[in-house]
């Protein structure tokens, strides 16, 4: 079965241009989490969605930063502009959601860099 | 506010040796869900486990294995006979009653000499 699909896995952009992560969460997987992995910071959640419909996007860092999720097996986030501060690895992760503490399957992750 | 701290940044060991990641947390929930999660050198992040807060039951698979203590609030990991394989980024992780989001603990990078 194909796990986590995320692309492109690897993005080196300039700073001021749009950047959009995409992400394939496991089939029959209703819940999909967007992280953040800097050296910095660790692993930060920054947006998850149930159904299709955000639920928690308190990690976005700011406006430039967007996510959509336009059906159940297909998600993006953007970034617009990008500032080399954005540079990480941005990881999607799928789970079995609602109620159920089902352990999240993550994806091969994008790594961003942003000169 | 939930909370992992993962106190030990980096552990060397020679292959054969056991080794012990620590894990401890906090939350104020009653009910909770403790994971572990390996990042091999490729990147990924691999699940490992996931512990409910109402059983309090070590667990063992292989050479790996979780020992959960409710009163100290802690979640350690033991790597039996260490293999140069075992050599990653470990996380522990927490998730509370309610809603999916998962806290992370800052790591543990394990080093597996030959």
């Known amino acids: 079965d194909a796990g986590v699909i995320q692309s492109p896995r690897h993005e080196v952009t300039e700073m001021g241009q749009e950047v959009t992560l995409r992400c394939k969460p496991i089939?029959?997987?209703?819940?999909l989490f967007w992280y953040r992995q800097t050296m910095m910071r660790g692993l930060e959640l920054l947006i998850y969605f149930n159904n299709n419909v955000p639920i928690d996007d308190s990690g976005m860092p700011e406006d430039r930063f967007s996510a959509k999720m336009p059906n159940a097996s297909f998600s993006t986030l953007k970034i617009q502009p990008s500032e080399p501060r954005d540079s990480a690895v941005y990881f999607c992760?799928?789970?079995?959601?609602?109620?159920?503490?089902?352990?999240?399957?993550f994806g091969p992750g994008t790594r961003l860099t942003v000169l | 506010a939930q909370k992992v701290t993962q106190a030990q940044t980096e552990i060397s060991v020679v292959e054969k040796e056991d080794v012990t990641l620590d894990c401890v947390y906090e939350t104020r929930d009653t009910t909770y869900y403790l994971f572990w999660y390996k990042q091999p050198p490729s990147g990924e992040l691999v699940f490992l486990i996931r512990?409910?807060?109402?059983?309090?039951q070590n667990e063992i698979s292989g050479r790996y294995s979780w020992n959960f203590q409710k009163s100290t609030s802690s979640f350690n990991f033991t790597i039996t006979a260490s293999q140069v394989v075992d050599s990653a980024v470990y996380f522990c992780a927490l998730r509370g009653a309610a809603g999916n989001k998962l806290t992370f603990g800052g790591g543990t990078r394990v080093l597996v000499k030959p």
């Open positions: 512990r409910n807060s109402f059983d309090e």
């Open positions: 089939s029959g997987h209703n819940s």
């Open positions: 992760a799928s789970s079995l959601g609602g109620l159920n503490p089902n352990e999240q399957f």
